[in-house]
């Protein structure tokens, strides 16, 4: 990995693939096709893509209790414990609806309602994916929503992954079905013969997939588009090189374009974990996935101190920071910037992935300074409720006519203007 002195700009940012002109038509045309034709242009493009025909695409509890004589129980209690972790780390976000009345009479509040339906797309194909499951329907789960909807890619054989169908089952999501790319991303947007359409749509796929749901936001609500992984490592000479690689490479092997930076107090620590990430390579089974990682958005940056170091890490605004420096707690309120911040070296950026119970549905390149990760308010949606008193109105009534006219709107002003009137015929 290349050491940088600290002096010389630091960003995570990567031209994030927006897809080809071409691609773009393809799902437009996904689209059009889906909105017009429904369940027929989604077994066209099932058939074609997946290369699986299907007549029916959801889910029977027949292909579900397969699928649990598929799974070992070791795994099904550690889905089970997640999920448990997860959710009670999510119930901590709830929010409540809340009312106000003041002196003269008025009521103010606001209410908070869950989304009536959810679609959750999870990546499928050759690949199991049953922690995207858990982070995108518990939160739904815990703001409420009644419906939500799973899609996901058919295997070659027509089925979906065991593990991918026991977690759904042990969350008790029973709409599922075997669909995906952007046809999917239609069907959950527009509806079908078979599908009903959905309030948003959250979940990671490929690029056919993130440009379905930018075209179809406005719709529907989505959740992100992310970017490639990223993790910045804070550490100062107390920190483990060995520890500081590994988790370097746990999220340079997601993928070529994924970032992986340290940025350290100390030159030694610096030139040791460099050397550690090349032993480390030498045995991981996705070392050329890691490798083009490390050495095209890769780097070790040197800082001449705590202080330069913490605004290079909010400048990186990063969508994981581990912290492994000495009385970090002390540190932590001058971190503004990151998705998830863990710290300590015992809390290795995979805890959060899969068990902790924080989200891992985070912000990427850069966008950590203004969003959040993914967390229970993205599942509901607020109404202001305002209830004005005679009093108040008789108070404010000229101060809001004044303020419409102020903006060329004289039927606004007139409304209040009205009430007033018969308020003082009543006098």
């Not at 002096?7 to 995570?12: F, K």
């Not at 509890?61 to 209690?77: F, L, Q």
């Not at 040197?302 to 890490?313: D, P, Q, R, T, Y």
């Not at 000229?398 to 303020?403: D, G, L, N, Q, R």
């Amino acid at each position: 990995m290349k050491i940088i002195p600290l002096s010389e700009s630091v960003s995570l940012k990567r031209s994030i693939d927006q897809g080809t002109e071409e691609q773009r038509q393809s799902v437009i045309n996904i689209i059009s096709n889906v909105k017009s034709e429904g369940d027929e242009a989604l077994k066209r493009f099932t058939e074609q893509f997946d290369g699986v025909s299907l007549d029916d695409f959801r889910v029977t509890e027949e292909e579900t209790k397969e699928a649990y004589s598929k799974v070992d129980e070791e795994t099904i209690a550690i889905i089970r414990e997640a999920r448990d972790n997860i959710q009670d780390f999510h119930a901590r976000q709830e929010q409540q609806s809340w009312m106000t009345t003041k002196d003269d009479g008025t009521i103010l509040g606001q209410k908070v309602t869950p989304l009536d339906s959810v679609g959750v797309y999870v990546p499928g194909g050759r690949a199991a994916y049953p922690s995207t499951i858990l982070m995108n329907v518990v939160p739904a789960q815990v703001a409420g929503v009644q419906r939500i909807v799973m899609v996901s890619p058919p295997q070659k054989d027509g089925s979906l992954n065991p593990v991918v169908l026991v977690t759904a089952a042990e969350l008790g999501v029973k709409e599922i079905y075997k669909t995906g790319g952007a046809q999917a991303v239609a069907a959950l947007a527009y509806g079908t013969e078979t599908i009903a359409p959905v309030d948003k749509i959250v979940g990671p796929g490929n690029i056919f997939v993130a440009i379905a749901k930018q075209l179809v936001f406005g719709t529907v609500d989505i959740d992100m588009i992310a970017g490639p992984s990223e993790i910045v490592v804070l550490a100062d000479r107390s920190a483990k090189p060995s520890y500081i690689a590994a988790d370097l490479l746990s999220q340079a092997e997601h993928d070529p374009m994924s970032s992986a930076v340290l940025v350290t107090t100390c030159e030694t620590i610096a030139k040791e974990v460099a050397s550690e990430v090349e032993n480390q390579l030498t045995s991981l089974p996705k070392r050329e996935i890691a490798q083009a990682s490390v050495e095209n958005f890769g780097a070790i940056y040197v800082a001449n101190g705590l202080s330069e170091a913490i605004e290079a890490v909010n400048e990186l605004a990063p969508e994981h920071l581990e912290v492994m420096i000495e009385e970090a707690w002390a540190h932590l309120g001058k971190i503004r910037h990151a998705g998830a911040i863990f710290i300590g070296e015992h809390s290795s950026e995979p805890v959060g992935d899969y068990f902790a119970g924080p989200n891992h549905v985070l912000p990427t390149n850069g966008t950590a300074r203004f969003s959040s990760p993914l967390n229970v308010e993205d599942f509901t949606k607020k109404s202001s409720i305002i209830s004005y008193s005679k009093a108040a109105l008789q108070d404010n009534g000229e101060k809001i006519a004044a303020f419409a006219r102020l903006e060329g709107l004289e039927a606004h002003a007139r409304a209040v203007e009205q009430r007033m009137e018969d308020q003082d015929g009543e006098s």
